[in-house]
């Protein structure tokens, strides 16, 4: 499930650009977060709320470099 921007509290969420992080809950559902800048930070932070099974980063969103 994709999670719409009125649900994120970041500024820099609702900012074009940036990779998409995909998070699995304890409780199976998959929430795929947009717009993320600095995914290592998003998943650390998310992973410490503990409901999180697994995150990653989407490589398909990945920017060129």
Request: net charge positive.
């Amino acid at each position: 499930m994709k999670v719409g921007d009125e649900y994120r509290s970041s500024n820099l969420s609702h900012t074009p650009g940036g990779v998409t992080v995909v998070v699995k809950l304890t409780n199976g559902k998959i929430l795929e977060y947009d717009k993320i800048k600095y995914p290592n930070r998003y998943i650390d932070k998310v992973i410490l709320k503990g409901n999180v099974k697994d995150a990653w980063v989407d490589e398909s969103t990945e920017q060129q470099k």
